[in-house]
C-alpha cells in the first residue's frame, strides 16, 4: 500500500521546518530590529554610556614640564604622583614598548608615544568606565577614548583613538584574535 505524498518524510521534514520558523520568526524579526536601531545609533553604545569628558594638557612623562598627567607610552596615561597616581591603560591597541627588544621598537614606541600626546592635547575628548572603571592585572584603569568631531553635513563623527593609532602606523591591533605584531621585524 503506498501512503499518500503528504506524509512522506519530506513532507513532514517541511512540516517541521514551517512549525520552528513559525516559532522563532517573531524572535528573529525583533532582534533584527533591535540590531537594526543599535546600527543606526538610536540605541546608545553600550561603551559610551558611562563616558566622561576629560579636558587636560599631558606632557610626556619624564621631560619635566609640571604637568599633573603625563603619557609614559603608546597606550598608558599617568595622573599625579605617589600615593594618588592613577595609571590608565587605553584600550582596543596596543603600542610598542619603551624598552622594546630592539632598537625599530624603541624607535617606534617614541613615536607612539608623541602621537598619543598630541591627540589626547588636540582637544577635550571622552572616556568610557565612568567613575568606576575595570582593572587589569597591573592595577591599571581600562578605558577606551574618543573624541566627538562635527562631519561637513553636520553631525557628529565619533574618532577612536585606537583606530588613530592603528590607521597611522603606531600601534596594533589588540583584544581576542589579534595578531601580535613584531615590531622588530622590517616592515
Not at 85 to 111: I, N, Q, S, W, Y
Not at 158 to 175: C, P
Not at 180 to 185: G, H, K, Q, V
Request: overall charge positive; glycine content about 12%; some cysteine.
Amino acid at each position: 500500500m503506498v501512503r499518500p505524498a503528504r506524509f512522506d518524510k519530506k513532507w513532514q521534514s517541511r512540516r517541521k521546518r514551517g512549525k520552528l520558523l513559525r516559532r522563532l520568526g517573531w524572535w528573529i524579526v525583533i532582534i533584527g530590529l533591535v540590531f537594526a536601531a543599535w546600527w543606526a545609533g538610536l540605541i546608545p553604545n553600550m561603551a559610551t554610556r558611562d563616558a566622561r569628558t576629560v579636558d587636560q594638557t599631558f606632557g610626556i612623562c619624564g621631560q619635566g614640564g609640571g604637568s599633573a598627567a603625563c603619557v609614559p607610552d603608546g597606550d598608558t596615561i599617568v595622573f599625579g604622583g605617589g600615593e594618588t597616581r592613577r595609571r590608565v591603560r587605553l584600550t582596543g591597541f596596543d603600542a610598542p614598548e619603551m624598552d622594546g627588544k630592539c632598537e625599530a621598537e624603541r624607535r617606534h614606541a617614541a613615536k607612539a608615544r608623541a602621537a598619543l600626546a598630541q591627540w589626547l592635547n588636540a582637544n577635550p575628548f571622552q572616556w568610557d568606565g565612568g567613575d568606576e572603571p575595570p582593572y587589569d592585572k597591573y592595577g591599571r584603569e581600562l578605558r577606551a577614548a574618543w573624541r566627538e568631531m562635527p562631519n561637513g553635513d553636520g553631525d557628529i563623527r565619533r574618532e577612536w583613538l585606537a583606530d588613530h593609532m592603528i590607521a597611522r602606523g603606531l600601534a596594533s591591533q589588540s583584544g581576542w584574535g589579534a595578531a601580535e605584531n613584531d615590531w622588530c621585524e622590517p616592515a
